[in-house]
């Protein structure tokens, strides 16, 4: 009986929504939160998703094994890493939000980050435990709330990632920005490799570039992808979706559709 009734709701709604104006509240509202469901579906269903991340991390052990063994033994060496889309899977939180018909808040955030439940992204353990054994001292820079510590330091040592202590989590305080949190672990170690999910976490020239110029300083260190900078994919969240809102926070959801569809390019 229950489906019968859920089957019916939905008919209901549809059937409002095609009724309605394509800019209505309640057509822009869903279009909002159904804007996910496609990224977050991949990520969870796609092998080809678990491909990239493995290819990644591939091709980060093979660049720690570039490095000389004297190199090792003599220098403190470093890896600053991202968490979320870079080491833990939080597409689990996406998807209860579109299940539930709702979008990403402060608070649905804070109750998944709560559970200490992320997985890790396919490869992530292993490239940190191989790199712990050569001596590199990992760092996670995040832009997870100092408040997130420590049930985040729950969840890593579940994933038994190594260095999992307070010491090694330079999370947010007062900036977004996490260049100058990089710059405390470069100033006693020699950094050699960045791994992340958002151009911000490898430097500060992507923050608050809009997309062209995105595309510009992306070019500019197009020899250092692959080497120094390890990128993981995300098509859910990140810095490239407020690039294509040119970082305007006000915008209602029907301006934010409309800004969405001026950023295409069609082939007339």
């Known amino acids: 009986m229950k489906r019968y009734r859920l089957t019916f709701l939905f008919v209901c709604v549809m059937n409002y929504m095609y009724g309605q104006d394509s800019t209505s509240p309640v057509a822009i509202h869903l279009i909002e939160v159904n804007l996910k469901t496609y990224p977050v579906l991949w990520q969870q269903t796609a092998a080809e998703y678990r491909a990239l991340c493995y290819q990644a991390f591939n091709i980060a052990a093979l660049r720690l094994n570039e490095i000389p063994k004297n190199k090792l033994r003599q220098q ?3 890896i600053i890493t991202d968490l979320d889309e870079t080491i833990l899977d939080n597409s689990y939180s996406e998807a209860q939000l579109i299940k539930e018909g709702k979008e990403h808040s402060n608070q649905s955030w804070k109750e998944w980050t709560s559970q200490s439940a992320a997985t890790a992204v396919p490869g992530a353990v292993e490239f940190l435990q191989m790199a712990r ?39 947010l305080s007062n900036t977004s920005s996490k260049e100058t949190r990089r710059q405390i672990v470069t100033s006693k170690y020699n950094v050699v490799m960045l791994l992340g999910d958002n151009l911000n976490d490898f430097m500060h020239v992507f923050e608050g570039k809009k997309i062209d110029d995105r595309f ?19 098509a859910t969240y990140g810095e490239w979706e407020n690039a294509v809102y040119d970082y305007d926070r006000k915008l209602n959801l029907e301006e934010r559709e409309t800004k969405r569809k001026t950023k295409f390019k069609g082939y007339q």
């Open 76 to 78: 403190k060496l470093a």
């Open 133 to 171: 054994k050569k001596g590199i001292t990992i760092f996670y820079i995040s832009n997870r709330d100092t408040g997130d510590v420590a049930s985040t330091l729950i969840n890593l040592k579940k994933l038994q990632l190594p260095d999992a202590d307070t010491a090694h989590m330079l999370f």
């Open 216 to 234: 510009v300083e992306t070019d500019k260190v197009k020899e250092q992808w692959g080497k120094i900078f390890i990128v993981l994919p995300n």
